[in-house]
């Protein structure tokens, strides 16, 4: 799973979205999806948000946006509960 997400987020192998949609399908009927979204900055570098990849045939609202901040990969716990809330 680690290589997988690593090849799907970093190497950004789009088409692997493909693997996981049939888990996402008919989900959003209990109730709407709110997708934790990413920076405009890493959707640039990326091209794509890998989490609304897997969402794109379900119904979501993107009720939330994010800042520009520091990755969270390069903090440690401590250091991620202490930085500022980067969504609005």
């Known amino acids: 799973m680690k290589d997988y997400f690593s090849q799907y987020k970093f190497v ?9 949609e049939p888990y996402f ?3 959003s009927q ?5 997708p934790i979204p990413i920076s405009p900055k890493r959707l ?6 890998q989490v609304t990849a897997f969402l ?3 119904n979501f609202i993107e009720l939330l946006e994010k800042e520009n ?3 969270q ?4 716990r401590k250091e991620r509960l202490e930085s500022p809330n980067p969504f609005r």
Do not use: A, H, T
């Open 12 to 20: 950004g192998d789009y088409r692997l979205y493909q693997i996981f």
């Open 25 to 27: 399908k008919n989900i």
């Open 44 to 49: 640039e570098e990326r091209g794509f948000n």
């Open 56 to 58: 794109q045939q379900e």
């Open 30 to 34: 209990k109730s709407p999806l709110v």
């Open 69 to 71: 901040s520091v990755k």
């Open 73 to 76: 990969s390069s903090l440690n």
